[in-house]
């Protein structure tokens, strides 16, 4: 522990050390000012100003049925958390039991509005926790987690049965959009009296409050007019709002230089509140501060290449979600609101940050006129966009850079998609659990870019979106389409489309991380390949956060596709802690692109122990790869191939690699290959059996060199 907290001390900037020393004081002495737990029992009148939200919505056809199935299953209270499988949450009493006086009583009185016959949800414990035994070699085995009761407490999926409810009554069928409607008022009901403000594993986290926020905000926008909810359960979700603001005012998780997206989902959370709680004066000192900060935050967590500080591409999705929903509704606040950046009253704030009096200023822009937002935000955002197209691959999802949670910000409606009993077979599930029908794929960007199509039109397809018609469109961002050699040097990443083949490489960056490092892996060097729109060299992705083995295994040095010597990793990490799973020191490693052209791509890694070098040339039908090194210890080469490639090995350095559409050769011409079995996480969670390829040299020349081709 020692170690870990002196290598945490050193890592730090020098003058952000005493300033973080005095800021775990200073939240020490706010906390005992934070406001009492508890409902708001003495709230204001809250009226709701939605503005434009949802007023164009519809559902895509094409995804009805899958939807169906879906929404059906939800109505027995089985749930899709992370795993292809149907997870029962069923509680076995109504909540509110257990609590204390007067909180419990009005628990009792919001259930109580519940239909009769309802079953209540355990919204509280993790059903995959399988307590490992000693001795245990198998990952599905992990104690409690409780990102999975949080996934659940977001509420993400109460939007999308208003949304289903909208459709049902387009279609004519009045009792399926009633029985909708009756069963998300219900599961709101039961939610709010099973986890008063402040009690719970549901309000441990600041970010988790947020984004639950957001989808109690989008309930009755997405509602038809005529399926509303009644007085009660309406009343009791407007107050629910003020006192998530509430929490969010006196819990935000900034810290100076180490903030990252739970900050950003702090004021996403509190800038919705601030735009929908109307004829409220402390909303608007809401609203203006989280527009401050948001300004302030884009510019310091999104590098100038657009790529986001923490080193994940999903994690840059995730932030990227909150600041273009933040944004478009800004750009889309009705008069009422847009008055209150102008009058606000600053004295109402009682956050740890301080809050300047009014007026927000406004800056002009060529196409919107006067906007709360300078030039240099529509430039980073922008680039933050432009990163994002760049790298979907051309299956629609993002190859796994850094940390993947499978977070989303919004998320009007799941990515389902049918899952055939081959594929199926692939998981891991533990003990129990059996897999579905149908899935959710956590890597699509498909919802994310429809999103951005809010400040970029162009960006628009065919296919109808629910995140496109969210809010009326306007032309803020420029946006140019990819082309086939992308680099971003800040963030670290290149991306090359030659034929048939989609390469992204991880190099470079380092000096560019948050200061912790925490959603980073030891990935420099490594890469993606895809040929068609089949992956067929992948990174096995991250898996979990809570259980230490696992966590380091996937974000260590020899779960990626790059050079591993023995005994040495690309960046120092522990694993003693909760704390020290989120940090990785970089004892001056560095990494640079020293060539990057339409075909060819040199880079190369240094840290104490070991220098590498790789040059990746492609062509036609052929990629060829020439990595040299300098180690004091034995080296190899890892290849892990996508879980749905079939892989036979001819001799020691031939091996033919099938995919869905294509075979393809990799010849080793100077190393020995070794195929072993591994694990792939396409998702937080997710779990599939693969096979990764060892190669050691087979010259006394530290180098290895290999070609793979089209047959």
């Not at 949802?54 to 895509?60: N, Q, W």
């Not at 180490?258 to 004829?279: C, E, F, I, Q, S």
């Not at 294509?662 to 190393?671: A, I, N, P, Q, V």
Request: hydrophobic letters at 40%.
């Amino acid at each position: 522990m020692a170690r870990f907290r002196w290598a945490q001390w050193r890592a730090l900037p020098a003058e952000l050390r005493w300033r973080k020393l005095w800021g775990v004081v200073r939240r020490r002495i706010l906390r005992w000012h934070s406001p009492p737990a508890g409902y708001a029992l003495h709230a204001p009148e809250l009226l709701l100003c939605s503005g434009e939200i949802g007023r164009a919505l519809e559902v895509p056809e094409e995804r009805l049925p899958l939807l169906k199935q879906w929404t059906e299953r939800l109505r027995r209270h089985e749930f899709l958390l992370f795993l292809p499988c149907w997870i029962p949450r069923s509680a076995p009493s109504a909540p509110a039991l257990d609590l204390p006086e007067p909180i419990r009583s009005e628990a009792l009185r919001l259930a109580r509005h519940c239909t009769p016959g309802y079953h209540w949800v355990d919204w509280h414990t993790d059903p995959l926790a399988r307590p490992p035994k000693r001795g245990c070699e198998d990952p599905t085995q992990l104690g409690p987690d409780p990102k999975v009761p949080w996934e659940l407490g977001r509420l993400q999926h109460l939007p999308a049965l208003a949304l289903l409810a909208r459709w049902a009554l387009l279609r004519r069928e009045d009792a399926y959009a009633a029985e909708l409607r009756t069963e998300l008022q219900n599961q709101l009901l039961d939610f709010l009296a099973a986890n008063p403000p402040g009690l719970g594993i549901q309000w441990d986290s600041p970010l988790e409050v947020a984004l639950r926020l957001v989808s109690l905000a989008m309930v009755e926008p997405l509602l038809p007019d005529t399926l509303q909810l009644e007085r009660a359960a309406a009343a009791a979700l407007h107050r629910s709002i003020y006192e998530h603001g509430m929490a969010l005012m006196h819990t935000l998780e900034w810290r100076e230089g180490l903030r990252g997206n739970h900050y950003l989902g702090n004021l996403l959370g509190l800038l919705v509140a601030g735009a929908v709680l109307d004829k409220l004066p402390l909303a608007d000192a809401w609203l203006a501060f989280a527009l401050r900060e948001l300004i302030t935050e884009v510019l310091q967590q999104f590098l100038p290449d657009g790529g986001n500080w923490e080193g994940s591409l999903f994690y840059h999705r995730f932030a990227l979600e909150m600041v273009l929903f933040a944004t478009a509704l800004v750009l889309n606040l009705p008069p009422s609101r847009r008055q209150a950046l102008a009058a606000y009253d600053e004295r109402l704030w009682a956050g740890e940050r301080p809050l300047p009096p009014a007026p927000v200023a406004e800056f002009p822009h060529p196409r919107l006129g006067a906007t709360p937002f300078p030039t240099e935000y529509w430039q980073r955002l922008s680039a933050a966009v432009h990163l994002l197209q760049a790298v979907e691959k051309p299956d629609g999802t993002a190859p796994q850079i850094g940390d993947h949670d499978s977070g989303r910000a919004l998320k009007l409606l799941p990515e389902l998609e049918p899952l055939p009993a081959q594929q199926a077979a692939t998981f891991r599930l533990p003990d129990g659990l059996h897999p579905a029908e149908l899935w959710e794929q956590p890597r699509r960007l498909r919802p994310t870019l429809a999103l951005a199509s809010l400040l970029c039109p162009q960006l628009r397809t065919e296919l109808p979106s629910p995140e496109a018609q969210l809010l009326p469109s306007v032309e803020a961002l420029e946006c140019s389409a990819p082309s086939n050699r992308e680099h971003f040097p800040h963030f670290g990443l290149t991306v090359l489309r030659v034929g048939p083949f989609w390469l992204a490489i991880r190099c470079g960056g380092v000096e560019s991380l948050h200061p912790s490092a925490g959603h980073a892996h030891c990935d420099q060097l490594s890469f993606e390949l895809c040929v068609g729109s089949d992956t067929l060299i992948a990174d096995p992705g991250t898996y979990c956060y809570t259980d230490a083995r696992w966590r380091n295994h996937f974000r260590a040095t020899a779960a990626h596709n790059t050079l591993v010597v023995q005994g040495s990793e690309q960046f120092r990490f522990y694993g003693h802690s909760r704390e020290a799973l989120f940090w990785m020191f970089r004892d001056r490693a560095s990494a640079r692109t020293l060539q990057c052209s339409e075909r060819e791509f040199v880079g190369e890694f240094r840290n104490r122990a070991y220098w590498h070098r790789r040059h990746l040339r492609l062509g036609e039908s052929w990629v060829e790869g020439t990595d040299t090194y300098e180690a004091s210890a034995p080296a190899a080469l890892h290849f892990h191939f996508a879980p749905e490639v079939e892989v036979r090995q001819e001799s020691s350095s031939s091996f033919v690699l099938r995919t869905p559409g294509h075979t393809l050769r990799l010849e080793l011409l100077d190393g020995a290959g070794e195929l072993r079995p591994a694990l792939f996480s396409g998702g937080y969670r997710l779990l599939q059996s693969t096979l990764q390829l060892r190669v050691v040299p087979t010259t006394a020349t530290p180098a290895f060199h290999w070609r793979l081709e089209l047959l």
